[in-house]
């Protein structure tokens, strides 16, 4: 199912701006350009995101933001002219997901949506505990535990983790490790990976040098076995 993306803003060239992007990235787009627009588009069909200029005709950004929050637990993405720090850190302490300044780049703004989307995806798994031998992940408190002992991994170890065992048994590659730990829109070296490989290994496996779940294919990616 497309993801259904609100974008409140009444600037069309923004706007129009911002929707052609998003559906060129496969997704589904709604402009409102003002606060009576953006409560009965919201209302008609809940979006998965919401995009929020908080300098709007009307109804105020802020005034839309606590508005959509009373409704719906959706993220919300704000975008200001303003680019005062305080702006900024009220918006995050009201509960903003992100807070882009403008002017943007359309592929800031996208990455910053995949990411507010997936950690909003993530946040609905939290209950989840995976588990492959002695591996043990709680998705919920983030305690990952080997062999029966804590191990303290770093945010990118455990994302980078938990990818390969949700695929455990399957091979990924490094193309789509990156996708999945740093998000799509981020060019990294591919070395990173291997470099965070490494590290993992040194974190779970009884004997890094010879591991036994962290396994290498060679010419190809990495895979988690049991
Ligand atoms: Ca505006």
Redesign the pocket.
């Known amino acids: 199912m497309p993801e259904r993306i609100l974008i409140v803003?009444?600037?069309s060239s923004?706007a129009e701006a911002v929707s052609y992007t998003l559906e060129q990235e496969g997704f589904e787009t709604q402009i409102a350009r003002d606060g009576r627009e953006a409560l009965d588009a919201f209302e008609a069909a809940p979006p998965t995101l919401v995009i929020l200029?908080?300098?709007?005709?009307g109804l105020s950004?802020w005034q839309l933001f606590t508005a959509f929050r009373r409704k719906r637990d959706v993220p919300i993405i704000m975008?200001t002219?303003r680019t005062e720090e305080a702006d900024r850190v009220a918006g995050l302490e009201m509960g903003a997901d992100d807070y882009v300044p403008k002017p943007f780049s359309m592929r800031e703004l996208v990455a910053r949506v995949r990411t507010v989307l997936r950690r909003s995806q993530r946040g609905a798994e939290e209950d989840e505990l995976l588990q492959t031998g002695d591996v043990q992940v709680d998705m919920g408190s983030h305690e990952v535990t080997v062999r029966g002992e804590a191990v303290a991994l770093s945010p990118k170890e455990f994302d980078l983790l938990t990818a390969l065992m949700r695929n455990a048994g399957r091979v990924r590659t490094r193309e789509e490790i990156i996708a999945s730990v740093w998000g799509e829109e981020e060019y990294l070296d591919q070395r990173t990976v291997d470099v965070h490989i490494r590290w993992l290994r040194q974190k779970i496996e009884a004997d890094p040098g010879n591991p036994a779940h962290l396994l290498t294919v060679r010419g190809v990616g990495y895979k988690f076995v049991e």
Request: aromatic fraction near 0%; hydrophobic fraction near 50%; avoid cysteine.
């Open positions: 803003e009444d600037e923004v200029d908080l300098m709007l005709p950004g975008l002219a």
